[in-house]
């Protein structure tokens, strides 16, 4: 704060120029490594707008205050305005606005929380690091003492990911300046790859990130070897001159007997249950982990079993299943926004 003070008084208006400048070539830099990564954010939320007041109405922060003060949640003690939290099975009660007029990080995560609700979501749903365990219990009651729904409010705990090269855990500090960014990781990988193995793994577990197996094209690459899959039966197609839309008309799947076809179709029936699971669990892992199950039932269908044989009607029945093996598979890498290659 105090270099930010010393900075004004030498700079003068000019401190305000650079500051906005540097945070729009920020935010720029950073909405366009996520849109490379496949993230889109519909709205970006400035946490200044919180203490923004227009005329003759309260800040959102200060609105907060007033509405949890209302509802008998709020007391003064030694110059500062607290939250009662403790009554709403928080450890403690909470400051929202210090003696000198501050509000808490506290009091803007409860305008800001308040906010989301008035947007008329089904869902709220957070992404907080592993670290933020005991925030929970606070703003929960924050939540309840303001006349919130608590059944809309989810929180998904990150943990953290540790980047490993050549068996070795990668060294950073942000505190030196030592780190990989999120652009240079994704041009070192691709961001496809980067993107997959972040969601491949529970979100409360930690990721150790192997650089090179993510550039490994081999069955031990999880997103290699779904893609492959793919391309495989896209391979297959192709020397067959398959047609998708025709090909189901005249098809008789009860040729399909084999221990290896009737796995694979128990298989494909799940798919509906496991994305609407994924969905309301907030666990795309799951997505993943299903797709490299099915890529390896097919992979190993593939090894065992001819596909372009004189069988007609087998070779119908077992086209028609490496169609539904090969919609399942888009389907699954769309969901997680990942592209499925025709060729590899």
Not at 21 to 37: E, R
Not at 99 to 114: E, K, L, R
Not at 280 to 295: E, G, M, T
Request: charge should be negative.
């Amino acid at each position: 704060d105090s270099l930010i003070s010393f900075m004004q008084s030498i700079l003068g208006e000019g401190f305000f120029e650079i500051r906005s400048f540097a945070l729009d070539n920020m935010l720029d830099i950073i909405k366009s490594d996520l849109i490379n990564f496949g993230v889109k954010h519909n709205l970006w939320f400035f946490e200044s707008s919180l203490y923004f007041e227009e005329k003759g109405k309260p800040s959102k922060a200060d609105k907060a205050i007033s509405d949890l003060s209302s509802n008998d949640f709020v007391y003064e003690k030694d110059g500062a305005i607290w939250f009662k939290s403790s009554e709403l099975r928080d450890d403690k009660d909470r400051v929202l606005q210090r003696s000198n007029g501050d509000h808490t990080y506290f009091s803007s995560d409860v305008a800001y929380h308040i906010d989301k609700y008035n947007r008329s979501y089904d869902r709220i749903i957070n992404i907080w690091g592993s670290d933020h365990h005991g925030y929970l219990p606070r703003v929960r009651a924050a939540m309840e003492a303001s006349g919130k729904d608590l059944s809309k409010l989810e929180v998904v705990f990150i943990q953290f990911a540790n980047l490993v090269r050549n068996g070795e855990k990668v060294s950073m500090s942000t505190r030196s300046g030592d780190f990989i960014t999120l652009s240079e990781l994704m041009n070192e990988v691709t961001p496809e790859a980067a993107r997959f193995f972040y969601i491949n793994r529970k979100a409360d577990q930690h990721l150790e990130f192997d650089l090179e197996l993510a550039k490994e094209q081999s069955k031990d690459n999880p997103l290699y070897y779904i893609q492959y899959a793919h391309a495989r039966i896209c391979s297959v197609f192709s020397k067959v001159k398959y047609d998708l839309k025709e090909g189901h008309k005249i098809v008789n799947l009860s040729l399909l007997t084999s221990e290896k076809e009737i796995e694979i179709q128990k298989h494909l029936t799940s798919f509906p249950s496991l994305i609407e699971k994924a969905a309301k669990s907030n666990d795309p892992h799951l997505i993943c982990y299903y797709l490299k199950d099915l890529a390896s039932l097919f992979h190993s269908y593939y090894n065992s079993e001819k596909f372009i044989i004189e069988d007609d009607n087998l070779m119908s029945a077992r086209m028609f299943l490496l169609k539904g093996i090969k919609q399942v598979i888009f389907n699954g890498l769309e969901i997680l926004g990942v592209s499925s290659p025709e060729a590899m």
